[in-house]
Nanobody
Framework: QVQLVYSGGGLVHSGGSLRLSCEAS????????VEWFRQAPGKQRELVAE???????NYADSVKGRFTISTDSAKNTMYLQMNSLKPEDTAVYYC??????????????WGQGTQVTVSS
């Protein structure tokens, strides 16, 4: 029904930047809200940033001031701009949107995620 395709992950030196993209395709009508999570090896998945239905953005304290979440409704794409990256930002990153689909229902899902590795 909906597929999520990630891009933008990779290896970067400490202090560098990456922009993660998560494109939704299929029966997409609109993206209602978005959350970005990350999961480091041996750790639980944690919420990094979100855009609520009302358009409010919230960030985990650990990324506040460094990460920016955004969406492009025309492209059905969600972004996470990550600046001043630190080794502790190393993780697999996932977007988790709530999407309105053509049949009138909503869909949420993870996709495969994208690996971000920050070297010191």
């Amino acid at each position: 029904q909906v597929q999520l395709v990630y891009s933008g992950g990779g290896l970067v030196h400490s202090g560098g930047s990456l922009r993660l993209s998560c494109e939704a395709s299929g029966s997409v009508v609109s993206i209602n809200e978005v959350e970005w999570f990350r999961q480091a090896p041996g750790k639980q998945r944690e919420l990094v940033a979100e855009i609520t239905r009302g358009g409010t953005t919230n960030y985990a304290d650990s990324v506040k001031g460094r990460f920016t979440i955004s969406t492009d409704s025309a492209k059905n794409t969600m972004y996470l701009q990550m600046n001043s990256l630190k080794p502790e930002d190393t993780a697999v990153y996932y977007c988790y949107p709530e999407i309105s689909v053509i049949d009138g229902s909503t869909w949420s899902g993870w996709g495969q995620g994208t690996q971000v590795t920050v070297s010191s």
